[in-house]
């Protein structure tokens, strides 16, 4: 292998215009044996430049990706030759250590890609290998080993299978690696505390979801614990005091801290809490508590107590200290070392934590959209240290007793103080509608709620500070699940909102005020009438406030406000639609498109779908909306990029748009639905069947009436059986022939044929459900029920063509006899009963098929009356159910000092399955 040309090839790469004439050569000499250990030579050259070596480390993780393992289900596809994966093996850990960090990050992804496929049935030597550079008595080795071992960690994290190959593996390599943390842990190089960082986050991955007997084992859970105390007490250098914010939080000292943090707080969490985990883990969790909550918390303290001096700690740390002390709340034990501690935390630290930041003024200011994003993502809530002192502050005021006086007494002293900062009054708000369910709950205090809001809240709406207007908005949306038994303060609270939506000038302002106006429809019918007479404005001004920001939230409210006053919204109706389709498209042919853009612009959709399903009594206002909406669905189809997310939301709004008629531009919507089909979107076909079920039924004589139409539904119902689609889809397929057929009765002779066949072809191949057989098989009866003669004699032609001792006849009415029972609903045993009526109707001419299981026919029929009457009384049954809400008693859930918080909740797997469309046969 020519190592020259490879390295001018790769250099290549890296120039427009020379790209694709490289990466093509590439991609034939990668097919030569000796590539990939060329390739590996070049990476780990100190001579190459190294823009050369890390294109080569991308190629190379790519086409191991790609090609490493050999593949079952596609035996033709290039895969590397097994003399070069061995060249590889053998060379791989050395190579990582001797690259630098760029490239040491490529050529680990290498590795864990290898180890997935490759062991331990090809690779049996790779534990021994890393156990060997553990053990050495060279530390520059000890790299390469806690390299391997976390590899190995990674490529089983999420493994379902077997994982005692894994098992074995960690309690051969375990013992090393801790014998090699003992060694580094007090080194506080940014070197050697980064490769500490590795073993802990690795030794996260391998508690993360279930802890193996041999970790649980005492002595060695102990010394692993003594390891992660010692890792969050050291001594972070005092120069990096002197960074900024954004480069502490990207320093290994605090990662590695979040990660020995995180990891302390997963197993109290999932091992460690007496009475709240599963019975197999009850004696270690006492174990643990006794054994090692008084250091941890100890620990944790000591953080805080930085904290509270004014030391920045990094928020993913002092979340994961909010997080652990939350759990400690729920356990006697542990809770009574943290109470004599709580006031201090209260106030000290999650009330900071709340409080308007100086961050946040400036994000504000400078860009008030991206501070709306940051405060409504519920991603970042994962994250938030304000989340995690939001959370824990409600979970002490709530389970333990003489905590909530403390602190309200607290919220109050900051908000009437003339002393505090407006900063400071946002987080005593904050505090405040934190716990408004629970406060506002106690009798001590469930009378005050109307004064406080007028002397402590409302004043605030005229605040200069926008952020403190913000926040008052917001605090209605949490005292809004209080009850308030007075209609004053329903008015009040709704002009507030009103007026900060339409007449605020900062748009986080106006965001909290219609998050406001939703949560008040919701809590209180009132307030439905109080904002009927300006609801035209404050829609439009909420379709504004979306186009501006993006934001999912407002989209909801704007959803609640058209399903509400859908009448009253009918003159602008088309104005909020064109509204919404533009906003979509925005977001659709946005550039920097991610996870957050993709929800709102569902939400946008679903919003339309909203509009559309309050009309859909109404066909001209369909019919007026059609071409807005049809410009939404064709934008989707027509860019697979970006539109694939969107295509079960848009398959739903072509549903919506066909359910009274098929206009003829809807007609050319199915011709992109197939073209969609048949380049990437078999998968979707589930969700295409509501929309095709409508084209074939309320569309019917268009269907008749232009065959190529008909040759669309067909030719997808042919895919769909013909290929490795998976059954659910496949029994949709079948119900929509049947669909057809019936829809169709009498009109669509020389389809008949073709249908069968392609039925029949698919009775012949596998069948693993039941489900899927009866449906094929349905597909037949309602051929019966559509004209017996021409099925039948369909059939025997079909007959011809296959050498069968049994004839087709007799083989599918024996099936569908032993079949009987398969049948489930009203629909499906009222056709089965259709067609045997039509058979015995078929007298003196029925066919020989038919007399030879003439006897089991009546049987049959009884046992489909009878499931008939099973059905139709567990319809009635059910129409009956009514379902009631319990009222929770707030007082029952606190707990005393000394008492546990015992999780008794089951949790219950359902699966929703898409419904099958049925047509009335009667």
Not at 364 to 385: M, R, V
Not at 600 to 614: D, P
């Amino acid at each position: 292998m020519d190592i020259n040309k490879i390295t001018n090839l790769l250099n290549a790469t890296l120039f427009q215009p020379h790209r694709s004439e490289a990466e093509e050569q590439l991609q034939g000499l990668q097919k030569i044996a000796g590539f990939c250990p060329t390739v590996l030579q070049i990476i780990v050259s100190s001579e190459m430049e190294m823009s050369i070596r890390q294109a080569g480390a991308i190629y190379l993780k790519n086409l191991m990706y790609q090609s490493w393992a050999d593949r079952d289900d596609d035996p033709n596809r290039f895969t590397i030759y097994e003399q070069d994966r061995i060249v590889v093996r053998n060379t791989i850990l050395d190579m990582i250590v001797q690259v630098p960090e760029l490239l040491r990050t490529q050529l680990t992804v290498c590795l864990v890609t290898m180890l997935k496929h490759d062991f331990p049935g090809r690779w049996t030597n790779v534990v021994e290998k890393i156990d060997a550079y553990l053990k050495s008595d060279n530390s520059s080795y000890w790299m390469a080993g806690i390299i391997g071992f976390s590899a190995l960690i990674k490529a089983f994290e999420y493994h379902k299978a077997d994982k005692s190959p894994i098992h074995a593996a960690v309690k051969v390599l375990l013992p090393s690696v801790y014998n090699v943390m003992v060694h580094i842990v007090n080194n506080t190089t940014a070197e050697s505390v980064a490769l500490q960082k590795t073993v802990v986050k690795s030794y996260f991955k391998l508690i993360q979801f279930t802890i193996s007997p041999d970790l649980m084992e005492r002595s060695t859970f102990t010394k692993w614990m003594e390891l992660l105390s010692i890792i969050a007490c050291n001594p972070v250098p005092e120069e990096v005091s002197r960074l900024e914010h954004s480069e502490i939080d990207q320093l290994p000292w605090w990662k590695i801290k979040k990660w020995a943090l995180h990891t302390m707080y997963r197993i109290f969490e999932r091992y460690g809490s007496p009475g709240s985990v599963s019975q197999e883990y009850q004696q270690f969790a006492i174990f643990y508590v006794k054994t090692f909550s008084t250091g941890f918390i100890e620990i944790i303290l000591r953080i805080l107590d930085q904290y509270r001096n004014k030391v920045y700690i990094p928020p993913r740390v002092m979340q994961m200290c909010m997080h652990y002390l939350n759990q400690c709340v729920s356990i006697g034990h542990t809770w009574k070392m943290i109470k004599p501690h709580i006031a201090a935390i209260i106030q000290d630290v999650i009330f900071p934590l709340m409080c308007h930041s100086a961050c946040d003024q400036e994000l504000w200011e400078t860009d008030p959209q991206e501070y709306i994003s940051q405060k409504f993502d519920i991603f970042e809530d994962l994250i938030s240290p304000v989340m995690a002192g939001q959370t824990m502050l409600h979970s002490a005021c709530k389970k333990r007793k003489d905590i909530l006086p403390k602190a309200v007494q607290f919220i109050v002293g900051v908000i009437t103080s003339n002393d505090a900062t407006p900063s400071q009054k946002d987080g005593a708000l904050h505090m405040l509608g934190a716990l408004a369910d629970v406060i506002f709950k106690k009798d001590m205090y469930k009378d005050q709620v109307c004064s406080m809001l007028y002397q402590h809240v409302f004043p605030v709406f005229q605040s200069p500070h926008g952020h403190l207007r913000a926040r008052a908005a917001w605090f209605i949306q949490h005292i809004c699940e209080v009850k308030i038994n007075n209609d004053n303060v329903w008015k009040d609270l709704t002009a507030l909102s009103t007026n900060a939506l339409l007449t605020d000038e900062e748009l986080p302002v106006k965001v909290q005020a219609g998050l406001a106006i939703q949560a008040l429809l919701t809590a209180e019918t009132k307030v439905e009438q109080l904002l009927e007479p300006r609801i035209k404005e404050i829609t439009l001004e909420l379709l504004r406030v979306l186009q501006q920001t993006e934001n999912d939230d407002i989209t909801s409210v704007v959803q609640k406000v058209i399903a509400t006053y859908f009448d009253k919204l009918a003159p602008i109706m088309y104005e909020i639609c064109q509204n919404l389709a533009k906003t979509f498209l925005q977001v659709l042919q946005s550039d920097d498109m991610n996870d957050k853009k993709e929800i709102t612009g569902m939400s946008i959709l679903s919003c339309i779908e909203t509009i559309l399903s309050v009309n859909d009594e109404q066909p001209q206002t369909i019919a007026a909306l059609e071409p807005v909406v049809l410009e939404v669905i064709v934008n989707i189809f027509n860019t697979p990029e970006s539109g694939i997310e969107y295509y079960e939301e848009a398959l739903n709004l072509v549903c919506d748009l066909t359910s009274i008629e098929v206009s003829n531009n809807m007609w050319n919507v199915l011709e992109l639905i197939y073209r969609v089909f048949q380049n990437d979107g078999i998968d979707y076909f589930v969700d295409m069947m509501p929309c095709l079920h409508n084209y074939v039924t309320v569309g019917m004589e268009n269907l008749i009436a232009n065959e190529n139409l008909m040759l669309i539904v067909f030719n997808m119902c042919k895919i769909v059986l013909s290929s490795e689609s998976g059954e659910e889809a496949e029994c949709h397929a079948g119900k929509l022939l049947e669909v057809i057929i019936l829809q169709c009765k009498g009109r669509i002779d020389h389809c008949i044929p073709s249908i069968v066949e392609l039925v029949l072809q698919r009775l012949v191949r596998e069948i693993k459900s039941s489900e899927l057989r009866a449906m094929c098989l349905q597909v037949i009866v309602a051929g019966i029920y559509y004209n017996p003669h021409l099925l039948f004699d369909t059939l025997d032609k079909l007959q011809m063509s296959m050498s069968t001792s049994e004839s087709i006849s007799a083989h599918f009415i024996r099936q569908w006899l032993q079949d009987t029972d398969c049948f489930f609903g009203i629909h499906d045993r009222k056709l089965c009963v259709m067609g045997l009526l039509t058979l015995m109707a078929l007298s003196p001419n029925r066919p020989i098929a038919v007399n030879q299981y003439a006897n089991q026919i009546v049987p049959s029929m009884l046992m489909l009356f009878d499931g008939l009457n099973r059905a139709y009384s567990n319809r009635e049954n059910h129409q009956e159910e009514e379902t009631s809400d319990e009222e929770e008693v707030d007082t029952e859930n606190e707990l005393a000092t000394d008492e546990d918080e015992v999780d008794e909740t089951l949790a219950f797997a359902t699966s929703k399955r898409k419904p099958i469309y049925a047509t009335t046969v009667c």
